[in-house]
């Protein structure tokens, strides 16, 4: 089990880039999958995207591929997901996840959330 805790959220400007930032606490950070997904308002939850253990495998969904990176840092213990050219669209609360497994498909199986970052884009 592990402890989530996102930061870098805010307000932000259309066009501009954000990196958002999950640190985990305790044990085996690296032996997990992460996920990022956003809860825009009025809206259902929607999953970004995966990073493998290691780091070197990442799966972005297609709505968002091209603009969002996942990335992490085994040695801080930390996944991050740097947005480029952000929208109002994207206006949302952003959650970090872990899950065990291999698939970075599946949107299910994650069993540790962090209580999530809010961004809000201005036109």
């Known amino acids: 089990q592990v402890q989530l805790v996102e930061s870098g959220g805010g307000l932000v400007q259309a066009g501009s880039s954000l990196r958002l930032s999950c640190v985990a606490s305790g044990d085996f950070f690296s032996a997990y999958i992460m996920g990022w997904f956003r809860r825009a308002p009025g809206k259902e939850r929607e999953y970004l995207g995966a990073i493998s253990t290691d780091g070197g495998t990442t799966y972005i969904v297609d709505s968002v591929k091209g603009r969002f990176t996942i990335s992490r840092d085994n040695a801080k213990n930390s996944v991050y997901l740097q947005v480029s050219s952000v929208s109002p669209e994207d206006t949302a609360v952003y959650y970090c996840?872990?899950?065990?497994?291999?698939?970075?498909?599946?949107?299910?199986?994650?069993?540790?959330w962090g209580q999530g970052t809010r961004v809000t884009v201005s036109s």
């Open positions: 996840a872990a899950r065990s497994g291999s698939s970075l498909r599946t949107t299910v199986g994650y069993t540790d």
